[in-house]
């Protein structure tokens, strides 16, 4: 396999967890007679520009198609960073009714909604069919479409260049990522901003967050790998913040190249290069950084699995909360069943009904914790626990406890 942005050969491994069915492919019923398809999940990182990718087995209509079940409104901590970042912006470069704002990637309208609240012209580009009309519900203009070169010549053509463009958790997700960002430098005006948030692949290997590596994320990012292909396509890099989003993420901020001038100071500056030295001096962009990960990832996945066994063998009883990407990752690497975990619990009522891939444990309602009363609630989306262990707070009452197993195991 040749790297997607330079096009080097891939020889280094970061991490290989066998094999998985897609992550969001939630199965109906009728599904669990039938054969599931399941991808090698292996991730290899270039030498020559040390961008981490999956290998390429499957086009992006495979995970992004009609029936994509992720709802980011379902998450009242994620909508309020929404919120907070749409009044930064705001503020930071002065958004108004004359301004036009795009969010690449725009789901079910969660940050769009705070743009319009505001009086501030938008459209978001999404490509799912059921985020897109949640998005739409909202009155928020959504263009259904992979976002790239073309759409945003097109765009560009209808007199919809942008002073902001969003892109956030997106990054990661497309297989093309030199098309990608070149569309941001032709759709952003003169002057425009685009700012991209994903997760830092630092933090991905120190803190042994494997679970977040599956088949829609084609991409693992650390700032030098995003400034070269950005640097390839148009982009420049002017500042960046340290977000503890999603684990441990990045928010980029980026302007047409050549425009630098007009947006660097000396303290976005040295925030861009404290990261990068931060990342220097964590090894990230050499061979061995990659030597250690694979084993802390099996004893993750091994002391979870004990965990599991020993419960069982006790007589207790186990459920798990959030229908998450991360949980699918975590769950078919250990080969669990619906035997050592119940049931999942989740918000989202597009998943409810339907069983996790590979694993095929039922998602259902969260009534279900009051009907059964497990001794144990894992928890699979980790960076969102706090909020989950409020929402659950009543599980105290017969004595539950909360568990996860990222980036070791706890229970509480």
């Known amino acids: 396999m040749k790297c997607r942005h330079c096009a080097s050969e891939l020889t280094l491994c970061l991490m290989d967890l066998g094999s998985a069915p897609p ?9 669990l007679h039938e054969p599931e398809q399941w991808l090698p999940l292996r991730v290899l990182v270039c030498t020559h520009c040390w961008l981490a990718q999956t290998e390429d087995f499957a086009r992006p209509e495979t995970f992004f198609g ?19 970042y749409v009044e930064l912006m705001t503020k930071r470069i ?7 704002v795009v969010e690449v990637a725009a789901n079910d309208g969660y940050l769009l909604q705070f743009v319009r609240s505001r009086g501030i012209p938008c459209i978001g580009i999404e490509p799912t069919a059921g985020t897109a009309a949640a998005a739409r519900a909202k009155g928020i203009d959504i263009v259904e479409s992979f976002f790239g070169v073309a759409l945003a010549e097109g765009l560009r053509a209808q007199g919809r260049s942008a002073d902001l463009i969003i892109a956030n958790n997106v990054l990661a997700h497309v297989p093309d990522i030199n098309d990608f960002t070149a ?22 290997v120190t803190l042994c967050q494997f679970d977040t590596i599956y088949h829609e994320h084609y991409s693992y990012l650390s700032l030098l790998a995003v400034s070269r292909v950005f640097s390839k396509n148009g982009l420049a890099i002017f500042d960046v913040e340290e977000l503890p989003t999603h684990g441990g993420s990045l928010r980029v901020f ?17 925030r861009v290069e404290a990261v990068l030295q931060k990342e220097t001096a964590a090894g990230l962009h050499a061979e ?4 250690d990960f694979q084993r802390r990832a099996e004893t993750v996945k091994n002391d979870f699995l004990s965990f599991l066994l020993d419960a069982k063998k006790k007589g207790k009883s186990i459920a798990a909360y959030g229908a998450a990407a991360k949980g699918n990752t975590l769950l078919n690497f250990a080969g669990i069943r619906p035997d050592l975990v119940s049931y999942v619990v989740d918000r989202c009522a597009s998943k409810q009904g339907k069983y996790l891939p590979g694993s095929r444990i039922p ?30 707070s009543y599980i105290r009452q017969w004595g539950c406890r909360f568990a996860w197993a990222m980036p070791r195991l706890e229970i509480r």
């Open 23 to 31: 992550s969001n492919a939630y199965l109906t019923g009728q599904a």
């Open 66 to 84: 009609a029936e994509y079940a992720y709802f980011s409104s379902t998450s009242t901590s994620w909508l309020s960073h929404a919120n907070r």
């Open 94 to 100: 002065g958004l108004n009714a004359e301004s036009f």
């Open 183 to 204: 569309g941001f430098s032709r759709l952003l005006r003169p002057g425009g901003v685009a700012t991209f948030e994903f997760p830092h692949l630092l933090n991905l």
């Open 254 to 270: 980026a302007c047409k190249s050549g425009a630098e001038e007009g947006f660097i100071d000396k303290a976005a500056h040295a």
């Open 288 to 291: 061995a950084f990659c030597a």
């Open 363 to 392: 998602i259902v309602e969260e009534a279900r914790l009051q009907e059964t009363k497990p001794d144990y609630i894992v928890i699979f989306p980790w960076n969102i626990k706090d909020e989950i262990m409020e929402q659950l």
